[in-house]
């Protein structure tokens, strides 16, 4: 089994960006080794203890919308459940047994997570909770998890979406077997927390479809307030001449996120080459966001186009003062994605007032606000003519917006899993 699972991690790790690759891999590996040191356990409480998952995040914190979640979250349980739980950060690895307590250290606005020298036994009426998505460490835990459930501790874990089963051709195919493992082993024992209606639904279906026992769903909306702070300034030399240089465009539109195969730039960069070439449109249209995974030809192809710094932009590196500046200038944010659990991107985009044209998908008709403009990206014809309709007659500017600050969404995860 244990040479299984590292041939799935070296998968999956070696198939990461290479800016991730590397530190990765050390520091998974440097846990691994301090965890199998850990023999004591902690001490009794006189009060129920909830266990808060942070097995990827106390190891490396790649900025991503999960994480930002967990780190939300985690922060607003500390004091919505202060009086009513002990809250004790976790982890585990794929190589040692249970999870072992972690400490905070660091500022606020640098906090990091630690092991210390004990290891977890919850009992009953103790909670552990994950917002991770740490499948392969989890699937090795499974003994771990069906004490916890028979000492009478709650397992609580989040879906936030069905993306390897939905679109297995945007992941490495390592990812969908090993999501797939994690569902059907962890609803023997867990319940889940899901981001959304959507998801929850589509989970209840595949559970169902596949005769896996379901024990409780609920769902939640994750907050979105964390858009209003500004946590890194700078605008280089480069993006100074950028942002000038949209002014001699009629319209200009832009995309939010890391590149990714769901994500729709192929589609759309496709779209806008076709408007460039045929329609000779004054529009400009730009990607921002860091190279994921199984995109370099993508990502060789943004920079071979004859419009790449002419029309077309991408900055794979931006500030989030830079990013400020180019919501103040575009004429319309694009949620191109094939599927999400959520659509974060878009509740962005509202925020800050700007109109927004989004793939018309399940979960984007559930979170958009009312004036969001939809093309039907699944055809690309059609979604070619929707957008020459709004080159026409551009949508309305986003005046509504289904969001919530991260103390309400956690109240909302408090409520919905009743941990009052």
């Known amino acids: ?45 006189h009060h129920p203890r909830l266990y808060f998952d942070v097995t990827v995040l106390s190891l490396f914190d790649n900025k991503t919308g999960v994480q930002r979640v967990i780190r939300s979250v985690y922060e607003e349980l500390k004091i919505l459940l202060y009086d009513r739980y002990e809250i004790i950060p976790v ?17 606020a606005k640098r906090k990091k997570f630690r092991l210390t020298q004990y290891k977890i036994s919850p009992k009953k009426g103790d909670v552990f909770l994950s917002l991770e998505q740490a499948f392969v460490e ?17 397992v609580i874990l989040t879906v936030y979406d069905l993306l390897p089963l939905q679109l297995p051709q945007c992941f490495p195919p390592e990812v969908e077997e090993i999501f797939e493992k994690w569902l059907s082993v962890t609803s023997n024992f867990a319940e889940y927390l899901c981001d959304s209606r959507t998801v929850e639904k589509d989970l209840i279906d595949f559970l169902s479809e596949k005769k896996l026992k379901l024990n409780n769903s609920y769902w939640f909306y994750p907050g ?24 001699k465009f009629k319209y200009n539109f832009l995309m939010v996120g890391t590149i990714e195969p769901r994500k729709g730039h192929a589609i ?21 966001g860091k190279e994921g995974w199984m995109v370099r030809d993508l990502i060789d192809n943004f920079k071979k186009t004859k419009y790449f710094n002419q029309n ?14 180019c919501y103040k200038q575009t004429d319309a944010v694009i949620v191109a994605s094939l599927n999400e659990g959520y659509g974060l991107p878009i509740l962005e985009a509202a925020q800050r ?12 008709r559930e979170v958009a606000p009312k004036e969001c403009y939809f093309l039907n990206l699944t055809t690309p014809a059609i979604a070619l003519k929707q957008l020459q309709e709004w080159l026409k007659k551009p949508s309305s500017i986003c005046q509504t917006s289904k969001t919530k600050t991260w103390k309400e969404s956690t109240a909302q995860i408090i409520g919905k899993t009743n941990l009052i």
């Open 91 to 107: 982890s585990c690895t794929a190589f040692t047994n249970g999870f072992q307590a972690l400490e905070e250290i660091g500022t």
């Open 1 to 45: 089994m244990k040479i299984v699972v590292i041939k799935k991690i070296f998968n999956i790790l070696t198939k990461r960006p290479n800016r991730l690759l590397k530190k990765d891999f050390y520091l998974r590996v440097k846990r691994i080794l301090a965890s199998s040191l850990i023999y004591k356990t902690l001490p009794p409480s």
């Open 268 to 288: 759309i960069l496709d779209l806008f080459t076709y408007l460039w070439e045929v329609e000779k449109d004054n529009v400009s249209l730009t990607f921002i």
């Open 353 to 364: 007032n700007c109109r927004i044209i989004a793939n018309d998908i399940p979960i984007f």
């Open 312 to 325: 077309f932009y991408w900055f794979n590196d931006a500030s989030d003062s830079f990013l400020d500046q």
């Open 224 to 247: 979105s307030n964390f858009v209003q702070n500004v946590s890194t300034s700078g605008i280089t030399a480069q993006q100074s001449l950028y942002l000038r240089n949209l002014k």
């Open 138 to 154: 989890h699937l090795s835990q499974e003994k771990t998890f069906r004490e916890m459930k028979r000492e009478g501790c709650r």
